[in-house]
């Protein structure tokens, strides 16, 4: 089945400084890269995604990568604020989602923190 | 638009009591909904998956008669811990997506239940 790593596991940057998060996937298949911010004890919300047939997507400070050749996807958020201290989660999924097996996997999850 | 609604919040009860959640799609049909569980400080850990007037697939490890999903209509599904023990305590999190066939649509999450087994 599909493995998604996520790098690094706690992220803490300087407000207004960007942040990185890396993303590796196992599965060939895969087609489809939702990006979740979660907050304590709140549901994971999705801020972006990406499908194969794009390379990149971006949505005012947050933007998103993805290198399918060598599997792996990353969410950059520029100008970042305090506000954006969260747990972020990558995930990846095959097409259609009735068919059989076609479940978001997600990634460990990092531990952002933005520092005033 | 794509609200996703999970109840209740928060559950408190004794070990040996069967807990109902309940996850309902407001303003779409849900064709398929996600159960997950997450423990403090990881990352979410896909249950089963239900479809609308089928079974649930269960995850590898994951106990089919002590979880039990009902997914009876387009907008309602429900997980039944049954016999709750302590080590059963953790935040659950339902997801659902539409009914359009088109690929890649995004899962919405409920605001999960917190069940704590005494």
């Known amino acids: 089945g599909e493995n998604v790593e996520q790098h690094p596991s706690t992220l803490s940057v300087q407000e207004g400084d960007s942040a990185v998060i890396k993303c590796t996937y196992s599965?060939?298949?895969?087609?489809?890269f939702p990006w979740y911010k979660q907050e304590l004890g709140k549901r994971p919300q999705l801020i972006i995604d990406?499908?194969?047939?794009?390379g990149e997507k971006k949505d005012q400070r947050i933007a998103v990568t993805l290198n399918k050749t060598a599997k792996h996807f990353s969410l950059h958020i520029t100008e970042t604020q305090p506000e954006d201290s969260a747990v972020y989660f990558c995930?990846?999924?095959?097409?259609?989602?009735?068919?059989?097996?076609?479940?978001?996997?997600f990634g460990g999850g990092t531990r952002v923190l933005v520092k005033p | 638009g794509a609200v996703v609604s999970q109840h209740p919040s928060w559950v408190i009860c004794k070990s040996g009591t069967s807990v109902k959640i309940e996850c309902r799609s407001l303003?779409?049909?849900?064709?398929?909904m996600f159960w997950y569980r997450q423990f403090p400080k990881q990352s979410l850990m896909l249950m089963a998956t239900?479809?609308?007037?089928?079974?649930?697939?269960?995850e590898q490890g994951v106990e089919k008669d002590k979880f039990l999903i009902n997914h009876a209509s387009l907008t309602l599904s429900t997980l039944t811990v049954t016999s709750a023990h302590p080590e059963d305590s953790s935040f659950y999190i339902c997801?659902?997506?539409?009914?359009?066939?088109?690929?890649?649509?995004?899962?919405?999450f409920g605001d999960g239940t917190r069940l704590s087994i005494l």
């Open positions: 997801s659902a997506s539409g009914t359009t066939i088109a690929s890649n649509q995004p899962q919405h």
């Open positions: 599965d060939s298949a895969s087609n489809y």
């Open positions: 990406i499908r194969s047939n794009v």
């Open positions: 995930a990846a999924r095959r097409g259609m989602i009735k068919a059989a097996g076609n479940k978001l996997t």
């Open positions: 303003d779409f049909q849900a064709t398929t």
């Open positions: 239900s479809n609308e007037g089928s079974k649930a697939t269960y």
